[in-house]
């Protein structure tokens, strides 16, 4: 007995101590995914919320992984076939590397005056084979130009490595015509030590590109996993390892590496307008945003930390709509890959209910020292605008646009308590449609007359 005793001490303090290290893990990691959560409280809500929803378009815009929303025009990155059971462009970037036979993804545009949807033709598209696996498009971005014409940046997830394909597109027609393709598939391991360029972005998942240096093909780009295999990329995901990054790439410069060391880097997006930019980087498995800005007198990739948006919640492809960001999500995270998956799609959800969808709202004023003086910076307001938390209206939301209609003003009637007369107030009110996108989804949401 005394043999074993021995090691009986030393075993149970590296077992309290691991356990002091996993269990504040888990609970962090939980607070994001929502494991144990009870989403029924918000049922009354989402209920309410739904009345001013519909889907449409579910036979051709069908999972939408990302859009952007152009004037009352929205261009959106699509999957052939959403109710594809062992293949979807975001589940390929996760889960399963190399799958060589795919639909053929396509990119739409829809006008919301007159409510057409029309398939943009790809003239001068690169094609080796002429197959399906050659359009499997993942995030996008558009730069609206001066002269009124719009170039669009699209990830494209290549059975023979992942590109970055850039069209050029007037809006009086229905094509986009190919103007480059920047490669991402450059090894940072595998190759000669020469070769190593830890800046080059091989799973990239989300776009954001400067108009201003449009004509050197300028983009911000997230890299969002580091191995290739699928069960070291679960353990990288699920023990929030710091392996995924930012990076930068223009025609002058190649890749750089903007940050790195980032937790599940995902969507990216930020201020079109060069003054006062701001660069946003959700980390779904932190439940962050990254808030960055470019440094004072630097490179176009030079960027420093403002702060973290803590949005409690796996975001995807964060949008920027005038001062306010729209992140997007879903409520269940451990529930992705059996959604993704499933023969079912976001119309006949799984029978214990899907990952469900959150979409949250945050105003950008509030953001960085410049709001609160003194180098001081706080946590800023996060507005939760819809949770579905069992996929009863969409499961996985990718991206939310807002379009606002005129300011409206509201009035207030507020009692002056010293001489019991009324004071009339009015405060600005926005209302608008809200547009989401999901993976595996059927049809873009719309949900009308929304308040923000």
Known sequence: ?????????????????????????????????????????????????????????????????DMYLHGSTIYAACQADSSMPNWNSWGRLIYTPGVNQVPGDKLYKWDLDTDVVTELELRGFPQTNGSAAERSFLGMDVNVLPNGKLSLYVINLLPIGNVIDKFSHDPSTNALEHVIRIPTDKPR?????????????????????????????????????YYEQPWLKLWEYGALRPTTWLS?????????LVRDKIVSANGVTGNKEPKDRKIYVAAPMTGLVHVLQPKAGGAPYELEHVQDINVKM???????????????????????????????????????GG??????????????????GEGYTSDPVVETIVVDGYGKVMNVSSTAWFKPYEVQKKLEVEEDREDDDEVEETQDVVKGDLYVTGIKSKGILVCKNIEA
């Open 1 to 65: 007995m005394g043999s074993y005793t021995r090691y009986l001490a030393p075993t149970l303090v590296a077992g309290i101590a691991m356990t002091a290290v996993l269990v504040p893990h888990y609970k962090a990691l939980n607070s994001v995914i929502n494991l144990y959560t009870d989403f029924t409280e918000t049922d009354l809500h989402l209920a309410e919320f739904n009345k001013s929803c519909t889907r449409r378009h579910p036979d051709i815009l069908t999972g939408c992984e």
């Open 189 to 225: 391991e595998e190759d000669a030590p020469e070769n190593k360029d830890p800046a080059v972005p091989k799973y990239p998942n989300s776009v954001f590109a400067l108009p201003e240096l449009d004509d050197e093909h300028a983009i911000f780009v997230s890299n969002d996993h």
């Open 248 to 256: 930068y790439y223009s025609k002058s410069t190649g890749w750089k």
């Open 314 to 352: 796996p975001a995807d492809n964060p949008k920027l709509v005038g001062d306010d960001l729209w992140v997007p999500g879903l409520a269940r995270g451990l529930l992705l890959d059996a959604y993704l998956f499933s023969q079912k799609g976001a119309l006949t959800p799984l029978t214990d």
């Open 355 to 372: 990952p469900g969808m959150i979409i949250k709202r945050v105003n950008t004023n509030q953001l960085g020292s410049g709001f609160f």
